[in-house]
């Protein structure tokens, strides 16, 4: 058990500081962000963009970082 989670250590600390990046880049220029974001046209997409990328980078995370530390889904056997 304890190799395993040292094998996870890596993802877990990749992913974890590029969430932690992208949190700390997006409260330091959250300015420019509304500005680019609600210039309209094409520049609409961004915000749309943001939540797929914070998604998927936080997801990634999370999927690291629960298992690490010992919570798991409870799987409920089905009744014959």
Known sequence: MKRENNKKI???MIWGSLSLGSYLMIFLFQNELLFYSTRG??????PILFAFYFSFVHGAFAS???????VEA??????H
């Open 64 to 70: 690291y970082l629960l298992p690490f530390i010992g």
């Open 41 to 46: 046209g094409i520049f609409s997409i961004v």
């Open 74 to 79: 409870i799987i409920k056997k089905e009744a």
């Open 10 to 12: 890596i993802p877990l």
